[in-house]
């Protein structure tokens, strides 16, 4: 592989998922796989038969109106939330109540949240080396090389020993990118990663989010930030009521919607 | 970068004067200046009463004489010399968190060793041997700050800059206190120690053991209090954490002993442990009334304890469970790792307020027999026809010393939380 390259030896990309990566997207496997999916609070449907698949490497943008479900659906990828009804598929590992799955599928998805949640007690190289020393069992040598040459790659490696109290909220968010992916994850889950930082700032985090998109991730993103979508995504998926009403390329959402529900929220948001 | 900018306009005056201010606070309104003309009498004619009172009046020379049994009851004198090394080895954990957490600790180390110094030399009956370890605890102070290197974050000193770079390799090497492990260790082999020398241990010369029941006085008010929070820490961890598990007979368990424990006063579970316990244990089995309050005390302690850290606990947000979970890291995992030790932060505050109310609390064991402070100033004046009416001079002096040393935990609780951030994040 391309030692010289930082960037590319942190995501350490196993030869054969390589060779699927250089092949269009339509002949990649599915590396997620919903089948008519529900979840209800109580009596209250939050999400309603939703059925999606996602490619190896590809970037779906989730949008939709507050409350419309996307993060439940984002939830269930990695059991935050568990789905009631319907199938899960991840990477070939089915959702089920079995610790060994979830552990498994835990380890395949990573997540980056609104609010951040870095854990304010530990340092930022401790928060990014917690999970690989205590899961993975990397030597804790290993551990900190890993979280180093990631910190490099999202632009902050002087902020190692801070304690993340003490960084902007794009920095954290950073972090947070960071932290998920020292678990070397398959599957990146984003929601709303840009909502709490100010407009200086989200740039610098949509950029980290745009370099892990080019290194070929999975990404499954919930957000508003259209322009980011429209460069990004392959396809993206309009969430409205709990049901997913539409899922096409950005091409297709902001040229040409085919539902009128799609249009109508596009008009109010652009 | 051609012009410089203007400089930045000051902000304006908070205060205007004296007058200003007490216009503002004391009299803003005809009631407020009524209010405060009348408090203001008030407390001077309490203020000026109380004074002549304890300046004219009273009688100290109780105080004075008996100064001993109220500090540490009935130790023999032999071994006073022991309870001042253990003075010295917290001299040495006082400088040791000085140098490491310099705000909150250093007013602490400075108001131990202006005590030290008050007592080594005021003119009292007092061997010059024991003059000479009291004072020793000054340097002792200094020792403890040496040993222990300067945090990574903090500025130098006054002294570090003033001996400078020349010491600082040598400063360096003997820093042993050098990782906050090694300071937990430093404090509980401290702890130990501190034990050891109390009570003594038979055939080793020096040490010859105390019988517990002469402990009493001011110290065993400080080590019952001390010794149950300390230990009653990990129990009410693990009350908390069964408290929150998923195993029904553990929870209810914890449930109904910190519910039990909570619901009766302290008052009752220490006649019990002397007077009901020892039924169901052999007679010869004859622990003395001490252990028994210890034990209690930390029972009683616990239970509150586990109170404290389930909702220093819940206190944790749901988005950091969230994130450990993502991360893979399994449920005990995330309580040992995350939740726990935020957890514990947020209740500081709190875990010294508890050990204020249980050090005042401690004066119950006269209950069972025991001669703690209060205890012994009732005897000191009761038992006395010299002293039958200083009883005033004596609950004064002990009440100022319950302030004092209460009011001194809460000033460093407050600076505990405001380093550590409580409250913010
Ligand atoms: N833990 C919960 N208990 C009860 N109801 C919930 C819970 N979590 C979400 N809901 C409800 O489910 C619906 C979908 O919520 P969700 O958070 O998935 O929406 P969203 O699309 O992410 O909205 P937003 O853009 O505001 O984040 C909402 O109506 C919400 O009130
Ligand atoms: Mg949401």
């Not at chain 1, 339509?26 to 490619?55: L, T």
């Not at chain 1, 899960?88 to 951040?116: K, P, Y």
């Not at chain 2, 403890?144 to 570090?160: F, I, K, M, Q, S």
């Not at chain 2, 319950?402 to 001194?408: A, I, K, L, P, T």
Request: net charge neutral.
């Amino acid at each position: 592989m391309a030692e010289s390259n930082g960037v590319q030896s942190a995501v350490e990309i196993p030869a054969d998922k390589a060779e699927i990566l250089a092949r269009p997207l339509e002949e990649r496997d599915d590396i997620v796989v919903c089948e008519n999916v529900h979840k209800w609070f109580d009596d209250f449907c939050a999400v309603r038969d939703v059925s999606m698949r996602v490619k190896r490497g590809e970037v779906v943008v989730i949008f939709g109106p507050s409350g419309s479900g996307k993060s439940t659906f984002i939830r269930m990828i990695n059991r935050l939330e568990e789905h009631q009804q319907g199938r899960i598929v991840i990477d070939g590992i089915e959702m089920t109540n079995d610790v060994r799955n979830l552990d498994a599928i835990r380890r395949e998805v990573g997540m980056v949240f609104q609010q951040f949640n870095l854990f304010p007690h530990i340092t930022v190289l401790g928060n990014i080396t917690l999970a690989p020393q205590r899961v993975r069992h990397l030597p804790r040598s290993e551990a900190e090389a890993l979280a180093m040459r990631l910190l490099e790659r999202v632009g902050i490696p002087e902020q190692a020993q801070k304690y993340p109290a003490e960084l902007s909220g794009g920095q954290q968010q950073r972090v947070a990118i960071a932290r998920a992916l020292a678990m070397q994850p398959q599957i990146m889950l984003f929601d709303e990663p840009t909502s709490a930082l100010d407009p200086e700032m989200i740039k610098e985090v949509l950029d980290a989010m745009r370099e892990l998109a080019a290194t070929g991730m999975t990404m499954l993103c919930v957000t508003h930030e259209m322009g980011f979508a429209r460069e990004v995504a392959d396809r993206m998926a309009f969430f409205d009521e709990g049901a997913l009403v539409e899922l096409g390329p950005p091409d297709q959402i902001f040229n040409n919607p085919q539902e009128d529900r799609t249009k109508m929220f596009l008009d109010q948001i652009l | 970068m051609t012009a410089r900018a203007a400089p930045a306009p000051l902000p304006p005056a908070t205060t205007v004067g004296v007058l200003g201010w007490l216009r503002k606070n004391l009299f803003s309104s005809r009631g407020s200046g009524i209010v405060t003309v009348l408090l203001a009498v008030l407390l001077g004619w309490v203020v000026v009463n109380l004074g002549i009172w304890v300046l004219v009046e009273a009688d100290w020379t109780v105080i004075i004489s008996r100064a001993p049994l109220y500090i540490v009851g009935l130790y023999p004198y032999e071994g006073y010399s022991r309870l001042a090394i253990c003075l010295l080895l917290i001299s040495v954990l006082l400088g040791m968190s000085w140098r490491a957490w310099p705000g909150p600790a250093r007013r602490f180390a400075f108001a131990f060793g202006a005590v030290m110094l008050f007592v080594g030399v005021f003119p009292h009956e007092m061997a010059p041997e024991h003059r000479a370890l009291l004072l020793l605890n000054l340097p002792f102070i200094g020792l403890g700050y040496v040993l222990t290197p300067r945090p990574a974050a903090a500025n130098p000193g006054r002294l570090e800059a003033i001996a400078g770079g020349a010491l600082a390799p040598a400063l360096e090497r003997i820093a042993i206190f050098s990782t906050p492990r090694r300071m937990v260790i430093a404090a509980f082999v401290a702890l130990v120690l501190i034990m050891i020398l109390i009570l003594g241990i038979a055939g080793v010369p020096g040490l010859d053991p105390v019988n517990p029941a002469d402990l009493g006085g001011l110290m065993i008010n400080l080590l019952l209090a001390f010794f149950g929070i300390v230990c009653s820490l990990p129990i009410g961890i693990g009350l908390a954490l069964g408290r929150r598990s998923n195993l029904p007979i553990l929870r209810v368990a914890c449930v109904i002993f910190i519910e039990v424990i909570r619901g009766v006063p302290l008052i009752t579970l220490l006649f019990m442990s002397r007077h009901i316990l020892p039924l169901t244990f052999p007679e010869e089995l004859n622990i003395d009334r001490v252990y028994l309050a210890g034990i209690t005390i930390t029972i009683f302690s616990s239970a509150y304890m586990a109170e404290n850290v389930r909702g220093g606990m819940a206190a944790v947000q749901a988005g950091q469970t969230e994130a450990a979970q993502a991360l893979g890291l399994r449920g005990w995992q995330t309580t040992l790792l995350i939740t726990l030790p935020q957890g514990l932060r947020n209740i500081i505050p709190a875990i010294v307020g508890q050990f204020i109310s249980l050090f005042k609390d401690t004066s119950l064991v006269y209950f069972i027999g025991m001669l703690d402070l209060v205890e012994m100033g009732r005897v000191s004046v009761q038992g006395n026809q010299e002293f039958i009416d200083n009883g005033r001079e004596v609950y004064l002096f002990i009440a100022l010393v319950f302030w004092v040393f209460c009011f001194s935990m809460s000033f460093i609780s407050r600076r505990i939380e405001g380093a550590l951030g409580v409250g913010r994040r």
